[in-house]
């Protein structure tokens, strides 16, 4: 009987000390902060608008802000280009799944998340 009260309290011992180790983890997974860019900036910080529209300056025409937004596409594509080794196909096929994916994110923001989410290898 000895041995059996010794087999079961052992038994008892290790059940407890997986059932800390697992609770553990659940916590920590649970507190841990979500993988957005938001909250840990990995992603750089947006920039402010070159040319910001301060009290009494005059707006910013139309045009500048549309040719400011395309330059800021083309240059985004040209770093998405290098990401998927030169491969325009994957890199539209991707885009497209991001559209359908995240359809509230502009032009720009979308493609930031794919750099975003290429970087940290998702």
């Known amino acids: 009987m000895g041995v059996l009260t010794i087999t079961i309290v052992l038994v008892a011992v290790v059940l407890l000390l997986a059932g800390i180790f697992v609770g553990r983890r659940f916590v920590y997974r649970a507190g841990k902060p979500t993988q957005s860019p938001q909250r840990h900036g990995n992603i750089r910080p947006r920039p402010a608008p070159a040319r910001a ?3 009494g300056s005059a707006p910013v025409p139309v045009k500048a802000q549309v040719v400011e937004i395309r330059t800021t596409i083309e240059s985004l594509d040209v770093r ?5 080794g030169g491969n325009r196909g994957a890199m539209d096929r991707t885009m497209e799944l991001y559209r359908r994916k995240f359809p509230h994110l502009t032009e720009i923001e979308s493609r930031e998340k794919i750099l975003y989410d290429l970087e940290r290898g998702k």
Request: charged share 0%; proline share 12%.
């Open 80 to 84: 998405l280009i290098n990401c998927f």
């Open 53 to 55: 529209s301060q009290p």
